[in-house]
């Protein structure tokens, strides 16, 4: 069975740009979560979604949005990029709610320069 | 978000020897969660506590839930050069709407 995938891997983008980001949970798996990975800031939960709707969100702005599709799949979008927004981001599928079981892809490191 | 104190924040250990990590907060957790991450890996989940005071282990860790639910450690026995990495705490409180992570603790095995 195929992990969790996100696209891309990599990403430079400049301030003021939009990104948007993909992952695919592992098949079967409803629940997919993201979370902010910084060197200072440590791992910091971003939103969760169950069954294409958004079920909690951390406390991040405004400009960090996500969405789920019917397949499951999840994309999370940030506008108006700041230098600060340079970051590992990560996306974990579960196949219900239960956060303890979910499984972490390999991420995106997104810079922004 | 308040995020879990965990420590040390690194260490440097020699093939062999045990190692032993720990993380506290403020609040109470219902599950407390063990992550390795290796570099660029998402976090692998190690082992999970549901019960305060529950013992669990996986190979040569272990990990408790602390009676008070405000604490949780991790013990590696007999290191080996493939632990080297970053291991994380993470609790899930009684609502279960979000994880809070530690830090972090850096793991280097010396052979």
């Known amino acids: 069975k195929a992990g969790v995938t996100q696209t891309p891997r990599y990403l430079i983008k400049t301030r003021g740009q939009q990104v948007t980001l993909s992952c695919s949970p592992i098949s079967g798996h409803r629940s997919v979560s993201w979370y902010q990975q910084t060197p200072g800031q440590g791992l910091q939960f971003l939103f969760e979604?169950?069954?294409?709707?958004?079920?909690n969100k951390g406390n991040f702005p405004g400009r960090f949005s996500g969405r789920q599709f019917s397949n499951s799949r999840s994309e999370m979008n940030v506008s108006t990029l700041e230098l600060g927004d340079s970051a590992l981001y990560l996306c974990?599928?579960?196949?219900?709610?239960?956060?303890?079981?979910?499984?972490f892809g390999p991420g995106t490191r997104l810079l922004v320069l | 978000g308040q995020q879990l104190n965990q420590s040390p924040q690194s260490m440097f250990i020699q093939e062999g020897e045990d190692v032993s990590m720990n993380c506290t907060s403020s609040?109470?957790?219902?599950?407390w969660l063990w992550y390795k991450q290796d570099p660029g890996e998402g976090p692998v989940l190690l082992i999970a506590?549901?019960?305060?005071?529950e013992l669990t282990s996986n190979g040569r860790l272990t990990a408790q839930f602390g009676i008070t639910r405000k604490d949780s450690f991790l013990n590696i026995s007999a290191s080996i050069p493939s632990d080297v990495g970053i291991y994380f705490c993470?609790?899930?409180?009684?609502?279960?709407?979000?994880?809070?992570f530690g830090a972090g603790t850096r793991l280097t095995v010396k052979p």
């Open positions: 979604y169950f069954s294409e709707t958004q079920r």
């Open positions: 993470a609790g899930l409180a009684d609502n279960n709407n979000d994880m809070r």
């Open positions: 506590l549901y019960k305060a005071g």
């Open positions: 609040s109470i957790f219902n599950t």
């Open positions: 974990a599928s579960s196949l219900g709610l239960a956060q303890e079981t979910q499984y």
